[in-house]
């Protein structure tokens, strides 16, 4: 089977991290993603799900925005954090 080279750019940091995880589970970078090649074209889709962390939604941040807004003003109650 005759192979071809694909070109991916990436963030350097992000890359230095995905190929340790890659080392870590005894593969490189090419096998890695020919896995992830082979998994999309079998299932005709994206082989995992990708979703949008709701936290940076529009309303969200509007919230946020506006409960910062307040707690600067001095109105509202603060909050301790605390661990789960």
């Known amino acids: 089977m005759a ?20 080392t870590e ?7 890695a993603f020919t896995v992830f090649a082979k998994a999309a ?3 005709w889709k994206i082989p995992f799900e990708i979703a949008g962390d709701p936290f940076y939604s529009e309303a969200n941040q ?3 925005s ?3 807004a307040a707690l600067n003003a001095g109105k509202g109650t603060p909050h301790e954090l605390f661990n789960e």
Do not use: P
Not at 13 to 18: A, D, P
Not at 25 to 31: D, P, R, S, V
């Open 3 to 22: 192979t071809a080279s694909i070109t991916i750019r990436m963030d350097a940091g992000l890359k230095k991290r995905i190929e340790k995880l890659f």
């Open 25 to 31: 589970i005894g593969m490189n970078t090419t096998t």
């Open 41 to 43: 074209v079998r299932q």
């Open 62 to 64: 509007t919230r946020l």
């Open 66 to 68: 506006a409960s910062i």
